[in-house]
């Protein structure tokens, strides 16, 4: 992209929704379009949908690592486990195990999400990733 389209895109970023909305509407009355979806267009129909679901995929940054279960014979190395990822100490891990389903980690990146989940399923845990 050229520098002028790099910078309207820095300046888009820092604008809060309600004046993009107006910016819509400026750009429609000074040009004469129209900035509502088509109607109708079978191929761009069928385009959109895969485009706008990737979109929302995308978004999703922070996730929630949910302790699901936890087998009776599994429970030590579990709580040992949720020690390791938390700063729990024995007592609050423990209490923590026996009252699932119950969220570990929340707000992490997908990364740091898929390895407490494995760790956690290592341990003998059920584990769900919201």
């Known amino acids: ?6 910078a309207i895109i ?8 309600l004046e993009a909305a107006e910016l819509v509407s400026q750009i429609e009355e000074t040009f004469g379009v129209d900035a509502s979806a088509p109607v109708g267009g079978g191929m761009m129909m069928a385009a ?3 485009a706008a679901s990737g979109a929302v995929e995308e978004e999703k940054t922070e996730f929630d690592v949910i302790l699901e279960e ?9 709580i040992k486990a949720v020690r390791a990822l ?3 100490g024995l007592k609050e891990a423990k209490s923590l195990i026996e009252s699932t389903p119950k969220p570990i980690k929340e707000g992490v990146s997908k990364d740091d999400a ?3 989940k494995k760790q956690l399923e290592e341990a003998g845990g059920k584990v769900s990733i919201k």
């Open 1 to 6: 992209m050229s520098t002028t389209t790099d």
């Open 10 to 17: 820095e300046q888009l970023k820092s604008i809060t929704l």
């Open 48 to 50: 959109a949908p895969g």
């Open 70 to 78: 936890v087998p009776s014979d599994k429970r030590i190395a579990v």
């Open 86 to 88: 938390t700063s729990l």
């Open 114 to 116: 898929e390895d407490a």
